[in-house]
């Protein structure tokens, strides 16, 4: 609550948070047009595969030209400026750095930095979800043993979920349900980078003048997205999938309460305490009013006659019972709240959502039937869709995660519509992101396997 006091605390002593960020897309570029305007933080670095794009994306944010014109890290701390380059070790390495926000997309880089950070002793705010839902158990494990903090990023809907069903539990409720929102119909799944603009209602000549990344946007649409930040909701707060995965059930806002209850009583859910996906599509393609497409929600109990009279007092909407209510947040600002955990993790400690556990995984199923030596493109792609599951299913089946899915070769054929396994890619087993998701499998697999 008094994040912002602390930050102008820090700014009148003098002693900002040093900040490093490594990939400077479209989230990151939204976090820097804030921190001009954010007291006691300060980028002093920014490593890209690209530095020319970076001082692109930084004018059109709002930056002038010589607030990123350091010759040098070092001097960039001296003078509160910020060094851009495309060395992102030396950034690590250097002992003023505070935090890093790592925001390149790429889980085996995002890996490759976390573990990097780590060692250096630096705190790590982990945009790239594909990573933390590839191995984020372990990483966060291993911020831990280097007593450091691993934390997913807030403005991004794992976090502002996690955030929910804090707020829900730290009131002394019953978290019944909590997910996002999302545009689902269920021939999306076979959606392609060919396709998708024709289901966003685009053609393809206006994204391209927009620069829209057609693989990013399909990643979202055809389910990928939803199954990875799924997995890390699941994997931070307790919360478990259906063994089927996310049914995208179709809702208003208004109806969340009636619709995630448990089946036995009338709703959707396979249990209590289940993550799902909410469309904001009927299933024939109808928009559904007063939809919570770009949101999150939590769904809670009020387990006694006491609290459901409070709920009718204050207004609160129920199901037809009056046990079950909702709270949610109908958008989301993406890296316009980065800072919430830049200053959580450096003010407080605390993460803004961090995995403690194996419980759920997104693993690629073929959208096509697939052919032995076809090379998986990966997200958002033309031959593999995520798939939520239970971690138990995932290891027992031996199921090839997403974030791995990438230029790997198919060993034999796999059909259209069944996941992808390890044994069926030839993969590296040098890989860091490889080598870190085998030792999680080991290490959390007997808790998995229990919890199933």
Known sequence: MNLHAKLQEREAQGRPLHIGVIGAGKFASMYLAQVPKTPGVHVAGIADLSPDNVRSNLGRVGWTAESHAAASLDRAIRE?????????????????????????????????????????????????VEADALCGP??????????????????DQPALICDLVDWARAAGFRVVAAGRGHKWLPHFAQSTP??????????????RLGGLNPKMFNSFLDGSKPAIECTAVCNATGLTPAPEGLAYPPASIDDLPTLMRPKAEGGCLHHAGQVEVVSSLQRDGEAI????????????????EYL????????????????????????????????????????????????DAFRADAVAVAKRDLKAGEVLDGEGGY?????????ADSLRLGGLPLGLAHQVALLEPVRAGQPVLWSNVAHDPASDAVRLRREMEAAFALPAQRAA
């Open 80 to 128: 509160r400026r910020t060094h851009v380059s495309q060395d992102w070790e030396a950034l690590l390495a250097h002992p003023e750095i505070d935090i890093v926000i790592e925001a390149t997309g790429s889980p085996a880089a995002a890996v490759r930095h976390a573990l990097a950070a780590f060692r250096n002793g630096k705190h790590v705010v982990m945009v790239t």
């Open 138 to 155: 372990l990483l966060a494990r291993k911020a831990r043993e280097a007593g450091v903090v691993y934390s997913l990023a807030y403005g």
């Open 194 to 207: 060919e396709t998708v603009w024709g289901h966003y209602g685009l053609t393809p000549e206006q994204a």
């Open 289 to 304: 009013p007063y939809d919570i497409r770009f949101g999150v929600w939590v769904v809670f109990e009020g387990d006694t």
């Open 308 to 355: 459901r009279r409070c709920f009718v007092e204050y207004g609160v909407r129920t199901d037809p019972s009056g046990r079950y209510a909702c709270m949610y947040k109908r958008w989301h600002l993406i890296g316009l709240e980065v800072g919430i955990s830049v200053a959580s993790v450096g003010l407080r400690g605390e993460a803004t959502g961090c995995a």
């Open 383 to 391: 031959t593999v869709v995520g798939r939520l599951m239970p971690a």
